[in-house]
Structure formats: structure tokens, C-alpha cells
């Protein structure tokens, strides 16, 4: 693949097939997720979202789980998020269980949900809750195809938006009472984060429409 340039917030990194250093990655502006955030708790506010995310063709998809810092430590996914282009959507999973119209768009073909790596993911709710994905665009595997370095949500943020992120709020409480703003921006940041780098791939002919 030839050198080419990737723009985002005005700022130009080239990058030499796909890859992007990390000094490189610090010069790039912070970025964040301008839409609107909802955290989902209830059953009935898991139904009126499901609603709207049902309407989209593509979603980005990310998981958070508290983190373990003791051997021998296990905890069950904590969060869920799904993201359209405006809005995402954080379903706290360990307060309201798995509702029927969630597990409905996890398992649902007709929505195409889009993260990284998601097969530990995947694996972790169908032990958990039952679920069977389907329906799924894992950007792990078209990142190795295209032999992107870095491979991580922040690797491509950089690579394909031309931004960089935190990544702070990663090893936080995700079963805390309630969820601060840090936290919130973090966990939709990283769904929706998929969804754009997903489009420009599209947008730059790297990947064939599902």
C-alpha cells in the first residue's frame, strides 16, 4: 500500500502502510464524542432505546467490566454500549440484567454492530446472559488484513479520525453506584469511535459494505 495521508480536525499525519508511531499519536488533537449520552438502567428505558438503535443500519459496540486486581478475581460485564452517529447508549447490564429487546439487537442480523476484538466480548455475554451474537463486524479482523499498527480503539482513532483519546477511565469501578462524566465520555467514546473508523473505511474503499 503506497503512502498515503489521513486528515481529522485539520490535522495531516502520513502514515506508511497503516501504521502510526506513537510520539505521532500525541501530536494529534484530544478527541470526543459530541452526541448525546444516555445510560440506560431500567427495562423501560432499554425498550425506548432499543427503538431508536434499531433504526440504524451500523452501530459501534464496546463492553467495560470491573476491573480485577486480586488472582483469582472475576467479575461479569458491567456496561454494554451502543452508539450511533448522535447518540449512544450505555446499558448497565449489572444493575437491569439482559432485557429481551437488548438481547433482541445483539442477536438480530437485520443491525450490524461494529467494535474490536469482539470475541471476548461475545464470549463473555453468551456465558453471562445466554447471548448469541449475531450480526457482528469485528475490526480486529480487518485491521490484521490491512496490517494496521497500532490495532487498539486508540491506534485506529488516530490512524483513520486523525484524534487521539484517553484511555484513564479504562481500569475504573464500572459497577459504582452511579457512573460519572469521565466514565460516561470514555465508554461512549470507544463504541462510537468504532462506528467512524468503520465508515471511513468504507469512505476509503478499504472494506466492502456488509
Keep these: 500500500m503506497k503512502k498515503a495521508d489521513f486528515i481529522g480536525n485539520d490535522k495531516q499525519i502520513y502514515v506508511d502502510k497503516l501504521e502510526i508511531s506513537k510520539e505521532d499519536i500525541t501530536k494529534l488533537p484530544m478527541g470526543r464524542f459530541h452526541g448525546r449520552i444516555t445510560v440506560v438502567s431500567s427495562r423501560?428505558?432499554?425498550d425506548?432505546?432499543?427503538g431508536f438503535l434499531s433504526r440504524s443500519r451500523f452501530l459501534g459496540f464496546d463492553t467495560e467490566t470491573r476491573p480485577c486486581f486480586k488472582k483469582g478475581e472475576h467479575h461479569k460485564v458491567s456496561l454494554i454500549?451502543?452508539?450511533?452517529?448522535t447518540h449512544a447508549y450505555l446499558f448497565r447490564i449489572n444493575i437491569?440484567?439482559?432485557p429481551p429487546s437488548l438481547r433482541w439487537l445483539l442477536e438480530t442480523e437485520k443491525v450490524i454492530k461494529i467494535?474490536?476484538?469482539v470475541r471476548q466480548d461475545l464470549k463473555a455475554l453468551k456465558k453471562e446472559c445466554g447471548?448469541?451474537?449475531r450480526g457482528f463486524i469485528d475490526l480486529m479482523d480487518i485491521t490484521k488484513k490491512l496490517e494496521c499498527s497500532p490495532r487498539s480503539v486508540k491506534?485506529?482513532?488516530a490512524l483513520f479520525l486523525g484524534i487521539r483519546i484517553s484511555k484513564s477511565a479504562q481500569t475504573s469501578n464500572w459497577e459504582r453506584q452511579r457512573l460519572n462524566l469521565k466514565q460516561k465520555m470514555y465508554a461512549a467514546m470507544d463504541?462510537?469511535?468504532c462506528l467512524e473508523v468503520y465508515k471511513s473505511m468504507l469512505k476509503r474503499k478499504l472494506v466492502r459494505p456488509a
Excluded: N, Y
Excluded at 454500549?81 to 452517529?85: G, N, R
Design 44 to 46: 423501560e428505558s432499554a
Design 48 to 50: 425506548k432505546a432499543i
Design 81 to 85: 454500549q451502543l452508539a450511533s452517529e
Design 96 to 98: 437491569l440484567g439482559m
Design 115 to 117: 467494535g474490536q476484538d
Design 131 to 133: 447471548v448469541q451474537g
Design 155 to 157: 491506534g485506529l482513532a
Design 191 to 193: 463504541a462510537w469511535i
